[in-house]
């Protein structure tokens, strides 16, 4: 067998899926446990930096578009008129930077449980933090989960939960509960977007329970947008919209004419993603 030098490779191991990622790098550019996660940045030959929490690969400088901009222009161009977004999670702040590019949000608030995550993101990946100082942005380091008990009810029209992995402080992003929490907080025409991991090693235990949570919580109208992801486990991801209305039609006019420029989303993008794949179709109410 001829296996790279483990030195010079991160990997992320997936166990239970008999699987991994790796990225060759040159270095380690910083580690340190914070209060909640450990957090490791590297320097790539390759994807530019790549920030790990605990284990975990987060985004890599090359990659990350495919993500943020699925994880938010679907969402803001299937309300009707999104001005006010919470961003649950995103301390990386890319998905916060997509959403600033739409002229009609009035105020974007991110609530990050962890402050190293952004204060680390701005060092190492300031092209995504451009946006930091947008007058419309507010940032609040605490729990998402008790933030969304809290918040008044009506208050958002569109709620981004961008977290990790449903272990450790992100468990209770992925429950009836916060969903309920989320529904109250949601004005008629609101909904929420959710990371929901891969549609091929994930589907039966995540993104089916997420759907159920999600309408048992009171959510009419879900589904599943997958999109490719290189640096996470299989290379494919998704991400999960629930609304009290339709969420599979779309400003398709503005979505053609953004007025700002993208990487990977486009209106035909947009469209595409909401194409099911055959083995979705038992669990969809679309
Ligand atoms: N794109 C990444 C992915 O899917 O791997 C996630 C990006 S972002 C770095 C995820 C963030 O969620 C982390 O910074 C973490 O601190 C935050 N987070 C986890 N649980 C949270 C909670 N309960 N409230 C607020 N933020 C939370």
Redesign the pocket.
């Known amino acids: 067998m001829n296996l790279p030098d483990k030195t010079h490779w991160f990997t992320e191991i997936c166990e239970e899926h008999g699987s991994a990622i790796s990225f060759r790098i040159r270095r380690r550019l910083h580690e340190e446990k914070t209060d909640?996660?450990h957090i490791e940045i590297y320097e790539t030959t390759d994807f530019g930096n790549l920030?790990v929490?605990d284990g975990?690969?987060?985004?890599t400088s090359r990659d990350?578009f495919l993500?943020?901009e699925m994880?938010s222009h679907p969402a803001l161009f299937t309300h009707p008129d999104p001005e006010r977004v919470v961003i649950?999670?995103?301390?990386?702040c890319?998905?916060l930077r997509e959403v600033l590019k739409h002229k009609g949000v009035k105020h974007a608030l991110q609530?990050?449980?962890?402050e190293r995550?952004?204060r680390l993101?701005e060092h190492y990946f300031p092209e995504l933090c451009e946006s930091n100082r947008d007058p419309r942005t507010e940032f609040l380091f605490?729990?998402?989960?008790?933030?969304m008990k809290d918040a008044e009810p009506g208050s958002v029209d569109i709620i981004i939960v961008?977290?990790?992995?449903p272990i450790?402080?992100?468990?209770?992003?992925f429950t009836e509960d916060f969903y309920r929490s989320c529904y109250r907080v949601l004005g008629d025409t609101g909904l929420i977007v959710q990371?929901s991991?891969s549609p091929l090693l994930h589907y039966d235990s995540i993104i089916r329970p997420m759907h159920s949570a999600m309408q048992a919580a009171g959510f009419s109208h879900t589904h599943t947008l997958p999109f490719p992801q290189p640096c996470?486990p299989s290379g494919w991801?998704s991400a999960t919209l629930a609304g009290k209305q339709d969420v599979t039609t779309f400003r398709d006019g503005d979505a053609e004419n953004p007025g700002f420029t993208t990487q990977y989303y486009t209106r035909n993008i947009h469209q595409g993603a909401l194409a099911m794949p055959a083995f979705f179709l038992k669990s969809h109410s679309g």
Request: glycine residues 18%.
């Open positions: 909640y996660q920030m929490i975990f690969i987060m985004l990350n993500y943020h994880m649950i999670g995103g301390g990386d890319g998905t609530v990050e449980i962890d995550v952004t993101s605490g729990d998402g989960i008790q933030w961008d977290s990790t992995d450790g402080p992100a468990e209770g992003l990371q991991e996470y991801w």
